[in-house]
């Protein structure tokens, strides 16, 4: 898929891997929307972007709000060629509790709902305008989806029930999605990220991250959000890769905490 004057939006785009990947995208000369909630600093960073971009805030569990933000999208740049599902929450929570207690119920559901189903939302939708447009040579290509899972779909750790859960759906999603959707030539990707130094663990304390970094083997460092945005470049750009789950994590195998 051709990225220069293409359309893409990337949910979860006013902060970590998701606004490395809409620059990325940005500078190689596509038209960049940044969806994420309406409190974010998604004003400011589609600014940030130069060149074709905008801001269209929405709550990715909502099928209503992220509708409305990728028409949105459309109506200010162009037909959607590229979507890349980055927003999401990464919470903690034993299933039992040191003291008995059981992991609520609602905690494991918002977990699955902004993670899974916030990502098949995007898919879906993102989908169905793809389907609509004209088929770019010589593969009859369409549009590229990139969903995003984590290790911890492989290797989940102690108190990432939830977590684990919703990114080992996402998992488990790519490749029937890719056989669904190539009849109208739009591919599907999955990176499963491992530690990344993003918002998500910017609360941690240093010696925290040391500890972190010093169980990757090499390189002995957390992965920077540029890196994953270099791999979404590629997988748009690759008309291959499809259907595939790409661990992008320095030979990272979790512990069990």
Do not use: W
């Not at 919470?91 to 609520?104: F, S």
């Amino acid at each position: 898929m051709r990225i220069d004057g293409a359309a893409a939006v990337v949910t979860g785009g006013a902060s970590g891997l998701g606004l490395a990947t809409a620059r990325a995208l940005a500078a190689r000369g596509a038209r960049v929307g940044l969806v994420d909630l309406p409190a974010s600093d998604g004003e400011s960073a589609a600014a940030s972007l130069g060149g074709p971009a905008g801001f269209f805030p929405a709550d990715v569990t909502s099928a209503e709000g992220l509708e409305a933000a990728l028409d949105a999208a459309v109506a200010a740049l162009g037909p959607l060629r590229i979507a890349v599902a980055c927003a999401g929450v990464a919470p903690v929570g034993r299933i039992l509790a040191r003291d008995g207690t059981p992991l609520a119920l609602e905690a494991f559901n918002r977990t699955i709902a902004v993670n899974l189903s916030g990502s098949f939302n995007l898919l879906r939708l993102a989908a169905a305008r793809m389907a609509t447009r004209e088929p770019e040579p010589p593969d009859g290509e369409r549009g590229v989806v990139i969903l995003t899972a984590s290790v911890a779909a492989y290797e989940g750790q102690v108190g990432q029930a939830a977590y684990a859960a919703s990114k080992g759906g996402i998992v488990a999603l790519t490749i029937t999605a890719a056989r669904d959707l190539a009849v109208v030539g739009v591919r599907v990707a999955t990176i499963a990220p491992g530690t990344f130094d993003t918002p998500m663990l910017a609360g941690l304390p240093a010696e925290a991250m040391q500890r972190l970094a010093a169980t990757i083997p090499h390189p002995k460092r957390l992965g920077r959000p540029e890196e994953y945005a270099a791999l979404a470049v590629h997988i748009v750009e690759n008309p291959m890769l499809n259907g595939e789950v790409i661990r992008l994590d320095g030979a990272l195998r979790m512990p069990p905490k």
